[in-house]
């Protein structure tokens, strides 16, 4: 069987890709970047989440001579220009802390009327093989912000962030309700066919 590693140590990340995988009748060994312990965790220094997607899968497939795939994500504000995009996991300056994150956006976006309040959630994903070849695809989540948080499913921004058609937020979805139109699942779904090409 062939096996393709997913950069990543988040469990969950690789469940859902697997299923994706699964569900196209693509019959591979996945595995996480913790399959690889030495292997340490690459600087994402490109400008979108197309470049730190590609910067991540190269490293991985230089470092494991496997086919890798990386993701990079992130909330993108109309109103602010499409920030904080690359930025949204450090957004109040601490990576990681997501209600820090989620204070920060919200004060600043304090006086912004709901139809001004357009945002997505947006993921590029990249495969990458030992060789050099690469390909990018992108999904998109559309949406408008709400000025308080609601739910307490999903991480991030997922409180605030009321998916288009939807009267609940992306923290008020059940997981198999968001996974069906996240931007990472829109973006896993759109790598089969590169995956089926490129690895078979």
């Not at 996480?32 to 600087?43: E, F, L, T």
């Not at 991985?60 to 994500?73: K, N």
């Not at 288009?164 to 069906?180: F, H, M, S, V």
Request: proline residues 6%; glycine residues 10%.
């Amino acid at each position: 069987m062939k096996r393709l590693i997913l950069a990543t140590r988040n469990a969950g990340k690789i469940t859902e890709l697997h299923a994706i995988l699964a569900d196209a009748g693509l019959d591979l060994d996945l595995v996480g970047a913790d399959a690889y312990p030495d292997i340490p965790d690459v600087k994402e220094t490109g400008v979108t989440f197309a470049e730190n997607a590609l910067l991540k899968a190269h490293a991985l497939a230089q470092a494991t001579g496997l086919p890798a795939i990386a993701d990079d994500s992130g909330l993108c504000v109309e109103v602010l220009g499409g920030a904080p995009g690359i930025f949204s996991a450090r957004w109040s300056g601490t990576h990681g802390d997501d209600q820090a994150n989620l204070n920060l956006l919200l004060a600043q976006l304090g006086d912004i009327a709901a139809p001004h309040r357009a945002a997505h959630f947006a993921c590029a994903a990249a495969l990458a093989l030992p060789d050099g070849t690469e390909r990018v695809v992108e999904g998109r989540l559309p949406g408008t912000l709400r000025h308080t948080p609601s739910g307490t499913n999903g991480f991030g921004y997922d409180p605030i962030l009321q998916p288009d058609g939807e009267t609940r937020t992306c923290a008020e979805l059940t997981p198999a309700e968001k996974n069906a139109i996240s931007h990472r699942g829109k973006a896993f779904r759109a790598l089969v066919p590169v995956v089926r090409e490129l690895v078979g």
